[in-house]
C-alpha cells in the first residue's frame, strides 16, 4: 500500500514539473490520482492491448520503475490538446481510453506502443532512480501521517458511543496509548478488525500509565488495584493485554464516572471467580437505564416498600412474613473478597485532606455490612437449595446493592 500511494505522489510531482498546464486541468477534473493508481497498479496490463502491454513489461524488467514514469508523461503529452478540452471527467477517461485501445495498432513509424517507448526515452530520459526514491521518501512520510490520521479518526469516531469524554480527548488518550501499544501480528490481518483494535499494551506498559494518569494510583501498594483493574478489563478478550477499546472503557469509569459507577466497578474486580467476574463486566460495561435502591432490614416495621425491579436486591420484612431476597444482577461477594475490598477502599483514602473522617466512615460502614452478612446467613438459606451443605448454607455473601446503601448512608 506505501508504494502504491508513493508512486502515485511521485507522478504528481513529475506532472507538475513536465506538464503544468495539463496537472492543473487533471487535477481540477479530479482524473489525475484514478490515472495513477489504474496504471501504475497493473503496469499498464489493464489499460491497453495486452500484446502492447508485453512490450511495457519487458522494458520495465530491464530498466525499472522509472519506464513507467517515462509512459505515463509520454500517453499524458501525446493527449495534451484532447485533454485541455476534456469538459469534466468523463470526457477526460474516454480519450485517454481510446488512445491506449489503439496502441496495437501499425502506422507510418511501425508499432504506436514501440515509438511511444522510444519517445519517453527521449523526451523524459532524465528521470532516475535516486530522484524516484527522493520522491518517494517525502510522500512516504506524507502517506504515514495520513494513515495515523485516518486511524485516530477511527479510534475516536468508533469509541465515542462508550465514553463521556469528548473526541478530542479519546484522540489524547489515543495517542498515549499508541505510543505503549505493540500491534497485534495476529489481528494485523483481520479484515474484521479495524486499524486501532489491533493495537494492545502489555501489564508492564499499563503500569506506566497508571501511574501518570489514574486518579486510583495511590496509596501504599497502587500496584495491587492496577492489576485488578487490569485482569477485570482483560476478561473480554481472554489475553493478557489490553486493547484500546477496553482501555478507555476504564478510563471512562476513573474519569467520568459517577460513584456508584465506580463502586460497582470495585465491587466486581474483587471478585475472585472469573466466570462470575466476567458476567459482572457485562452487566457494568452495558448501558442500563438508571436504578433506585432501597435496602430494608427492619423487623418492628409494620410494612415496607420493595424495589419495582426485580433485578435488584432487596429484603422486604412485613409483620408475621418470612423476609424474602430478590436476586441481584451482580453475582454476591464473600467475606473474603469484602475485606479485600475494604483495604483497596482504605488505601484509595490514603492522603485525603479529609482521610480522618473518610476512615471513620468506612469503619462504621464496614461493620454494619459485617453485621449485615451474617443477618442475612438465614434469609439466604430459605431462598436457597435445601440440599446444599452446611458450608454453603451458612456462607456469608453480600450484595452490591447492601453495599451501595451502606456507603450512600455514611456519605
Not at 60 to 89: P, S
Not at 138 to 167: C, P, W
Not at 219 to 244: H, K, M, R, V
Request: glycine share 4%; charged share 25%; with cysteine.
Amino acid at each position: 500500500m506505501f508504494t502504491l500511494y508513493d508512486r502515485k505522489g511521485v507522478f504528481n510531482d513529475y506532472c507538475h514539473d513536465y506538464l503544468p498546464d495539463l496537472y492543473d486541468k487533471l487535477k481540477h477534473l479530479g482524473v489525475a490520482t484514478c490515472i495513477s493508481l489504474s496504471w501504475f497498479l497493473t503496469l499498464f496490463i489493464c489499460v491497453m492491448p495486452f500484446d502492447s502491454a508485453l512490450y511495457v513489461m519487458d522494458i520495465f524488467f530491464y530498466d525499472g520503475i522509472k519506464v513507467l514514469f517515462q509512459l505515463a508523461l509520454t500517453i499524458l503529452k501525446e493527449n495534451e490538446e484532447r485533454l485541455l478540452k476534456c469538459q469534466d471527467d468523463g470526457d477526460a477517461i474516454m480519450a485517454l481510453t481510446s488512445y491506449l485501445d489503439g496502441l496495437n495498432q501499425d502506422n507510418e513509424q511501425g508499432k504506436k506502443i514501440i515509438h511511444l517507448i522510444k519517445q519517453s526515452y527521449m523526451d523524459y530520459n532524465g528521470i532516475n532512480e535516486e530522484d524516484i526514491n527522493r520522491l518517494r521518501l517525502k510522500h512516504r512520510l506524507k502517506v504515514v501521517q495520513n494513515m495515523a490520521e485516518t486511524i485516530l479518526q477511527s479510534a475516536a469516531k468508533n469509541t465515542l458511543k462508550y465514553t463521556l469524554f469528548t473526541e478530542y480527548q479519546i484522540k489524547d488518550l489515543f495517542y498515549v496509548f499508541k505510543d505503549a501499544s505493540r500491534l497485534s501480528l495476529t489481528e494485523a490481518t483481520d479484515p474484521r478488525k479495524l486499524a486501532y483494535e489491533t493495537y494492545r499494551i502489555s501489564r508492564n506498559d499499563y503500569l506506566v500509565l497508571c501511574k501518570y494518569l489514574s486518579p486510583w494510583f495511590i496509596g501504599e501498594q497502587p500496584e495491587d488495584l492496577a492489576n485488578l483493574l487490569f485482569d477485570s478489563f482483560c476478561l473480554p478478550t481472554n489475553s493478557n493485554e489490553i486493547d484500546f477499546i477496553n482501555f478507555i472503557r476504564l478510563w471512562n469509569i476513573l474519569l467520568n464516572g459517577d460513584v456508584t459507577e465506580k463502586l460497582k466497578l470495585l465491587f466486581i474486580i474483587h471478585m475472585k471467580d472469573k466466570k462470575r467476574q466476567e458476567k459482572a463486566m457485562t452487566t457494568l460495561l452495558e448501558p442500563s437505564p438508571v436504578r433506585s435502591t432501597s435496602m430494608i432490614i427492619n423487623p418492628k416495621q409494620t410494612e415496607s416498600t420493595a424495589s419495582t425491579d426485580e433485578d435488584l436486591l432487596t429484603i422486604d420484612v412485613k409483620d408475621g412474613e418470612v423476609p424474602k431476597i430478590k436476586s441481584s444482577q451482580l453475582p454476591l461477594m464473600d467475606q473474603t473478597e469484602f475485606i479485600h475490598l475494604c483495604k483497596s477502599m482504605y488505601n484509595l483514602m490514603t492522603g485525603d485532606v479529609d482521610d480522618e473522617n473518610l476512615f471513620r466512615a468506612l469503619t462504621t460502614s464496614s461493620t454494619i455490612l459485617l453485621k449485615t452478612g451474617e443477618m442475612c446467613k438465614p434469609y439466604r438459606r430459605l431462598e436457597g437449595d435445601t440440599a446444599n451443605s452446611e458450608e454453603t448454607i451458612n456462607e456469608w455473601t453480600l450484595s452490591f446493592e447492601q453495599l451501595e446503601a451502606a456507603m450512600n448512608a455514611e456519605a
